[in-house]
């Protein structure tokens, strides 16, 4: 069955950086968009990142662009996140999905939690 396990969250100083991975099985990893959201409490489920199948158009949403980048290694079945400059706001839970935008399947989330 498909599965999608996220990892690399953490309590981070602001200003620092992370990186999240996701690691999926179950299905043809390189034939699919793969997608970051994140929730923070309180708030709705929001769209960090996107990334097609072979890695040639990404998309960012508008508060982490310049600051996040996307990856996905296509032999490993993982999607990376790149998460830098990170600010106190973003402390959330972070998911990856298997499409371009919300998906049929999720992981259970990875917390990060940017304090000082």
């Known amino acids: 069955q498909v599965q999608l396990v996220e990892s690399g969250g953490g309590l981070v100083q602001p200003g620092g950086s992370l990186t999240l991975s996701c690691e999926a099985s179950g299905f043809t990893y390189s034939a699919y968009h793969m997608s970051w959201y994140r929730q923070a409490p309180g708030k709705e489920r929001e769209l960090v990142a996107s990334i097609s199948k072979f890695s040639d158009v990404t998309r960012y949403g508008g508060s982490v662009k310049g600051r996040f980048t996307i990856s996905r290694d296509n032999d490993k079945s993982t999607v990376y996140l790149q998460m830098n400059e990170l600010k106190s706001e973003v402390g959330a839970v972070y998911y990856c999905?298997?499409?371009w935008g919300p998906g049929e399947y999720w992981g259970r989330g990875t917390q990060v939690t940017v304090s000082s």
């Open positions: 999905t298997r499409a």
